[in-house]
């Protein structure tokens, strides 16, 4: 059994967590300015979850280009680390990670929190039967290198991701039936306008449409997965609109409704959240001294905010002024990003808990009808353990937020299962 | 219509005199500021263990330890109950020679205990670790889940006519009248076991908040079958037996198999007020003494840390009994690191006392005069 | 799409020894094996990857000795896995 045994420690002027294109805009751009900059990321390499480096040539040109900069830039990147503490040390921070099973500490006087978003699950029947995926999950995994080829799709949910992962699914060989997204089309449309601002983003999405269409998926607004039936792994799902029912086969069911911002490490360090995202001011610093948060966590709103929220916060850390481009950058992609949350916005048929027998919490195997709606989380999680295993809550809490109304429970050290030789520090010996 | 008694705290010890008046046939009302089971309760580890650190302490943890025992044909799957038993570890010859007369204690009090040297310990929890000089078990100490515990005992203290308020917090206490956003309510009997609520009702009260720290594992069922604490952790939590003052910060190891088969490991102490973060070289100790005993630990996955605040009195034993000069108002708090253990005999005594009868507890040791201030 | 010839690493899959395409996650690895089933739950149900990002905790399986999320593990060549 392999114990930790080796630890590393080191100091710098800036570290930031997170290498997607906002830990990646900030540190670089605080490594340029001059500072010592370490950058912390729990992935198999840099670029987060949407510049995912894959087996294949990228046309993301945007991606590499910040990636050759990030290189060139002198910042120091840990691959592979991922982050389970964060405490203050006297005037300065010690965040700890788990890096290929040992301890990591780095210690800074201002850190950057660049932790992105993940997927939001909505419990459904059938929807912990192996093969049902989420759209990012899906599209991370086709990356990672994962064959998809000649197996049939559907692809559900909601939100902007379901178009580039159909896309990149169709690809890679896989045969799309359908992408089900539970908008309706007049939500969809309202987002026109603010696209008119961005034709950038109208040109990808017809790229995107393309792409899977050759195949003949079909992009269905309105409906959305009722059920995945199946005995080993998932082999039909049910489709429906609120009135009609579809049944398609299917090896593979990407399903997954926008995306959660991470807010577990600012939490757990105190930092102030207003409405569901971490309040920040014009540096894109937050109410704890020393802590800058960009990206998803300050709001959903896509690479192009976190680009300049990263660029923003990485300057303000290293005490350089802020370009008014970026601002006006931040401003734009905060807006698409609203416009598109407004668009994606849940119906209310999915806002309604599922079946007593569905499975909310898929670590403790709790089912819907085990759990009380007048409970909060924490009488949730003490009451009948959802929320209680290895993932605390970041699977179940937004469907228990979403279905039942329970604002999320703290989450505390470790923020990920750990060893316990990796708790220890590497000075404490007495 | 006027309630018999009004309990304030649905935790577990609120939760046991809530059921202790009701089977009585008093009529109960109970007002909890949060939710039931939801505060010091749901922090605890939820181990029975009869307690020797003074006869007044072994008489109600003994007492305690066989109403739980009792109840437990009854009790739901929820509770996690479990009698696997306590595993006293002597680290060295010299802490194996003060067991056999430990051993005895219990014995003569009717509480089965056995002694067990290196090669009997070893078999017993192949995962210590070998050079221990051995221990003693306390066989019939069990374990169970606080907060389905607190809420089973209101349960059937609501079979009985019972009731519960949440969310209702109590602003000030009289003899038998308390104070809500609804005005002054009267009643016959109040019964503070609010935990630290209760020094804010009762000026005068003394009660430490005594931090303690628990870290739980990912499910390895079996890594341990009994309930396993250093005999150190005697001293880290009730002082030494002449008197001297309770250490203001200690770690000793204690391990709990949960019914999960997660591991859950304590036990630290610390006086810090309420602060409620962790302190990272206070786990950091608590860590290193458990792999002193079981290195194997090292390579279990940790999930998550949490800390939760013991009611702790100068003399390590609770205040159960009358306050005041005047009838109609009582006290259950203070409980340290045994409130889940002594719930059952804390209700007992306050129905007794409730009653004006003698029972199978002496209250005199538990008598909450002796903490207020004004008294030595 | 452009492919590459791709390099071959055999690792110890539940006890049988298995040639997997040399990709970028040991999830990737044990999905192209076939493997549907990384581990049960509590209530004994199969369960494979979800998030793809190392958050559910579903994709853990035993790594050389040690549990770890295959979906942020490096695919090395001589690994010992053992799916729950």
């Known amino acids: 059994m392999r114990a930790s045994v080796t630890a590393a420690a080191v100091r710098c ?71 389970f503490e964060m405490h203050r040390l006297g005037a300065a921070w010690m965040i700890v990670a788990e890096c290929g099973g040992s301890r990591l500490e780095v210690t800074a006087p201002q850190v950057i929190l660049a932790v992105g978003a993940r997927e939001r699950f909505l419990p459904f029947p059938g929807w912990t039967l192996p093969g049902v995926l989420g759209n990012g999950g899906a599209q991370a995994l086709v990356k990672q290198g994962w064959n998809v080829e000649g197996k049939r799709v559907v692809v559900a949910g909601s939100g902007p991701l379901l178009l580039p992962v159909a896309a990149t699914l169709a690809k890679a060989g896989a045969r799309v039936a359908v992408v089900a997204e539970q908008a309706p089309m007049s939500a969809l449309r309202r987002l026109a306008p603010a696209l008119a601002l961005r034709p950038g983003k109208l040109w990808e999405a017809a790229g995107y449409r393309r792409a899977f269409t050759r195949c003949g998926a079909r992009y269905r607004t309105g409906w959305w997965v009722e059920r995945a ?70 709001g959903i709103a896509g690479v192009d905010a976190a680009l300049a929220e990263g660029q923003i916060a990485g300057l303000a850390a290293a005490g350089r002024p802020v370009e008014g481009s970026l601002r006006r950058a931040r401003r734009r992609g905060r807006s698409l990003g609203a416009a598109m949350e407004a668009a994606f916005s849940l119906r209310p048929e999915l806002l309604r808990p599922p079946e007593p027998t569905t499975i909310v919490c898929r670590c403790e195997d709790v089912t819907a009808g085990e759990i009380d709606p007048a409970w909060s989380a924490r009488q949730a999680k003490l009451s009948c353990r959802a929320g209680m295993g290895p993932c605390q809550g970041r699977v179940c809490g937004p469907a228990l937020e979403n279905l039942f109304g329970f604002a999320p429970d703290t989450v505390r050290s470790p923020l990920q299962p750990v060893a316990f030789s990796t708790l220890l520090t590497s000075d404490s010996e007495n | 219509m006027k309630a018999d008694a009004i309990v304030i705290g649905a935790g577990i010890v609120g939760a046991a005199c809530a059921d202790a008046l009701s089977r009585e046939g008093l009529s109960v009302r109970v007002l909890e500021s949060a939710f039931a089971g939801g505060g010091t309760t749901s922090r605890a580890m939820g181990h029975l263990v009869v307690m020797d650190d003074s006869e007044a302490q072994f008489t109600l943890t003994r007492r305690s330890r066989e109403m739980w025992t009792d109840w437990a044909p009854e009790l739901p799957a929820s509770c996690e109950d479990q009698q696997g038993g306590t595993l006293w570890v002597a680290a060295d010859d010299e802490e194996l020679r003060a067991v056999a007369p430990k051993v005895e204690f219990y014995r003569a009090r009717g509480v089965q205990a056995e002694l067990l040297d290196a090669r009997a310990l070893a078999e017993a929890e192949p995962n210590l670790r070998p050079g221990l000089a051995g221990g003693m078990r306390v066989p019939e100490d069990r374990i169970l889940y606080p907060p389905a515990a607190a809420k089973w005992l209101l349960e059937r203290a609501g079979a009985r006519g019972a009731t519960l308020e949440e969310r209702c917090e109590v602003t000030a206490v009289e003899p038998s ?23 804010r009702l009762l000026p005068g009260l003394r009660i430490e908040p005594r931090k303690g720290h628990l870290v739980i594992s990912d499910r390895a069922p079996g890594f341990a079958r009994h309930q396993l604490v250093e005999l150190g952790y005697l001293t880290s939590a009730h002082g030494t037996h002449d008197g001297s003052a309770l250490t203001r910060e200690s770690v000793a190891f204690n391990l709990q198999p949960r019914a999960t088969g997660q591991m859950l490991l304590g036990s630290s102490r610390e006086f810090v ?33 949490w800390i939760g605040f013991r009611p702790c009195t100068p003399d390590n034993l609770p205040l159960i009994g009358a306050w005041g000069e005047a009838p109609g108002l009582f006290v259950a708090t203070g409980h340290e690191g045994l409130g889940i253990t002594t719930a059952p005999g804390t209700g007992e005594l306050i129905a007794d006392l409730v009653l004006g009868r003698r029972g199978a507890l002496d209250p005199l040791p538990y008598a909450p005069h002796r903490a207020m201030d004004g008294h030595s | 799409m452009t492919r590459e010839p791709i390099e071959r690493v055999r690792i110890q899959l539940d006890g049988a020894a298995v040639d997997v395409a040399s990709v970028g996650s040991l999830a990737a690895a044990l999905l192209n094996a076939g493997v549907a089933s990384f581990r049960q739950s509590v209530r004994g149900e199969a369960r494979g990857p979800l998030c793809g990002m190392g958050i559910c905790m579903e994709c853990r399986v035993v790594v050389d000795g040690v549990l770890r999320r295959a979906c942020v593990e490096p695919l090395r060549d001589g690994m010992v896995v053992e799916t729950r």
């Not at chain 1, 800036?14 to 729990?42: M, Q």
């Not at chain 1, 029912?245 to 207003?274: F, H, K, Q, W």
């Not at chain 2, 009997?189 to 609520?197: C, E, W």
Request: with cysteine; glycine share 12%.
């Open chain 1, 13 to 83: 002027d800036i570290a930031v967590i997170g290498a997607g294109p906002a830990g990646l805009a900030a540190a670089t751009r605080a490594a340029e300015a001059g500072k010592a900059v370490h950058v912390l990321d729990e992935g198999l390499g840099p670029g987060g979850q949407i510049w995912r480096p894959a087996r294949v040539a990228s046309n993301n040109s945007a991606a590499e280009d910040w990636l050759a900069r990030f290189r060139r830039s002198g910042a120091m990147l840990h691959h592979g680390a991922a982050v």
């Open chain 1, 229 to 298: 039936i199946g005995s080993n792994t998932v082999a039909e799902v049910v489709l429906t609109d609120g009135r009609r029912r579809e049944t398609l086969s299917c090896d593979l069911l990407c399903v997954s409704y926008g995306l959660v911002p991470n807010l577990e490490l600012p939490r757990s360090i105190g930092v102030a959240s207003r409405a569901g995202y971490v309040a920040v001011d014009d540096g894109q610093r937050t109410d704890v001294a020393g802590i800058f948060v960009a990206g998803e966590p300050c």
């Open chain 2, 177 to 199: 009248r308390v104070q809500t956003r609804d005005g002054w309510t009267d009643t016959g009997f109040v019964i503070v076991a609010g935990g630290f609520t209760s020094a």
């Open chain 2, 273 to 305: 007020d309420f602060d409620d973060s962790i302190n990272s070289r206070l786990r950091d100790r608590m860590i290193r003494r458990a792999l002193e005993y079981m290195p194997a630990l090292a390579g279990l996955a940790a999930i998550r840390t």
